[in-house]
C-alpha cells in the first residue's frame, strides 16, 4: 500500500521557518523523483520544488528561491522542504507528491494529503 505523510505545518510568524516532511511508503522510493507543491485558498494547485532521484538536483519556483530547500533521505524513505523567511503569500496546504522515473514506474503519480501551513502574526 502506498503511502505518503506529510507533517511539520502549522502557524508561524512572517520571518519564521517550519520543516515539512514526507515520510513514504509502499514502493521504491530512490525510483522517484520527489515534489512538493501548495495550495492556497481559492487557487489551484502548484509545484513548488523538486528533487531527482538519481543525484539530488533540485529546482524551485521563483517565489521561492533562496528561501525554500527540498532534500531527501533515500536511507528513510523520506523527503523534505526547509521553508525559512516565510511570507503571508506562502500560507497554503502542501503537499507531497513522488513520480516514478526509471522505466518500470514511469508514469507512476503518488500524493499525500497535505500539511497545512499558515503565516501570519
Known amino acids: 500500500q502506498v503511502q505518503l505523510v506529510e507533517s511539520g505545518g502549522g502557524l508561524v510568524q512572517p520571518g519564521g521557518s517550519l520543516r515539512l516532511s514526507c515520510e513514504a511508503s509502499?514502493?521504491?522510493?530512490?525510483?522517484?523523483?520527489m515534489s512538493w507543491y501548495r495550495q492556497a485558498p481559492g487557487a489551484g494547485r502548484k509545484l513548488v520544488a523538486t528533487?531527482?532521484?538519481?543525484?539530488?538536483?533540485?529546482n524551485y519556483d521563483d517565489s521561492v528561491k533562496g528561501r525554500f530547500t527540498i532534500s531527501r533521505d533515500d536511507d528513510k524513505n523520506a523527503a523534505y522542504l526547509q521553508m525559512n523567511m516565510l511570507k503571508p503569500e506562502d500560507k497554503a496546504v502542501y503537499y507531497c507528491?513522488?513520480?516514478?522515473?526509471?522505466?518500470?514506474?514511469?508514469?507512476?503519480?503518488?500524493w499525500g494529503k497535505g500539511t497545512p501551513v499558515t503565516v501570519s502574526l
Open positions: 507528491n513522488a513520480k516514478g522515473r526509471l522505466p518500470a514506474v514511469y508514469g507512476m503519480d503518488y
Open positions: 528533487i531527482t532521484h538519481i543525484g539530488g538536483s533540485t
Open positions: 509502499g514502493f521504491t522510493f530512490n525510483h522517484y523523483a
